[in-house]
């Protein structure tokens, strides 16, 4: 288990079930919140789980897509909703099948490098899957939506990718989690949108050009049992272990002050992105 794991208290922030009908824009505020608040040490390190129903997380380049009014309205025909995070990275989906995980640190306590970062994130998720553990990798798949070289897979499978958000002292890295339905229909939505929103026309970056066949989710991969809840009861055991005190809170009132003034930045930020060009 990696060291920094190892802390006095984690404060734990469930939002599986709060934040499911909730647009996931909320939960990138409530990151920035927590990084503000971690890295100035007026929080202990936090670990946040959150689930939203059908949405896409689309990046900053997938925003400059040639056509991307018609990919986002493919999406919606499709019932997703599409937003534009405000952290590096390219379109993921997002459902009641996929457990987000945010892990909030200060780097007032320790300079953490981003593949530091990456580092802590993965040996939790070995950690959470001891049974797998030793089949778990951390390389590109090439082939998968939203690529990098910290993309998590097991038996060329991608299940997982994880990015991070550095705010104010605070580190948040965030891994979605495909536990539940299939990975490779969730693929193909994506493939559908980027073929959407190119309609082969050539672009100065390059999109990923997305294969259904390498990504499954956990319950295809591990064990058909696997859900979300499950892997929530899972962490809360782990957690235990890895601290001397665990504090179940959401956001004081102070805090809340906070959060609303990061989530106006972001609701902001996003309506102009999403404004037809």
């Known amino acids: 288990m990696n060291s920094i794991l190892q802390q006095p208290i984690w404060r734990f922030y469930d ?30 390190p936090t ?9 896409v997380v ?22 997703y909703q599409p937003i534009v995070r405000n952290s590096g990275g390219l379109a ?28 802590v994130m ?7 899957f001891p049974e ?8 590109e798949i090439v082939g998968s939506y939203c690529p990098g070289s910290y993309d998590l897979s097991i038996d060329g499978k991608k299940f997982a990718g994880i990015s991070q958000r550095r705010l104010r002292q605070g580190v948040a890295v965030q891994i979605y989690l495909c536990i539940e339905g299939s990975g490779s229909e969730r693929a193909a939505l994506i493939r559908d949108f980027y073929e ?28 058909a049992t696997l859900t979300v809840e499950a892997v929530i009861i899972r962490l809360q055991r782990l957690i235990h272990k890895m601290a001397e005190e665990i504090r179940f809170e959401s956001f004081h009132d102070e805090e809340l002050m906070l959060y609303a003034f990061y989530l106006k930045r972001i609701l902001e930020r996003n309506k102009k992105m999403l404004a037809p060009k």
Request: glycine fraction near 6%.
């Open 15 to 44: 939002q599986s079930i709060s934040a499911k009908q909730r647009s996931p824009l909320e939960s990138f505020a409530t990151d920035d919140t927590l990084c503000q608040l971690v890295g100035q040490l007026a929080s202990p």
């Open 47 to 55: 670990i946040r789980t959150w689930v939203h129903d059908a949405s």
């Open 58 to 79: 689309l990046g900053i380049q997938d925003h400059r897509l040639p056509y991307v009014q018609q990919g986002m309205e493919l999406l919606q025909a499709r019932a």
């Open 92 to 119: 993921v989906v997002l459902d009641a099948g996929v457990l987000n995980i945010s892990i909030v640190l200060s780097e007032q306590t320790e300079a953490l490098s981003i593949n530091d970062g990456y580092d």
């Open 122 to 128: 993965v040996a939790l998720i070995k950690g959470l």
């Open 132 to 139: 797998v553990a030793d089949r778990i990798e951390a390389y």
């Open 196 to 223: 959407v929103s190119l309609q082969g026309e050539a672009t100065k970056f390059t999109y990923p050009s997305i294969d259904p066949s390498v990504m499954a989710s956990l319950s295809e991969l591990v064990d």
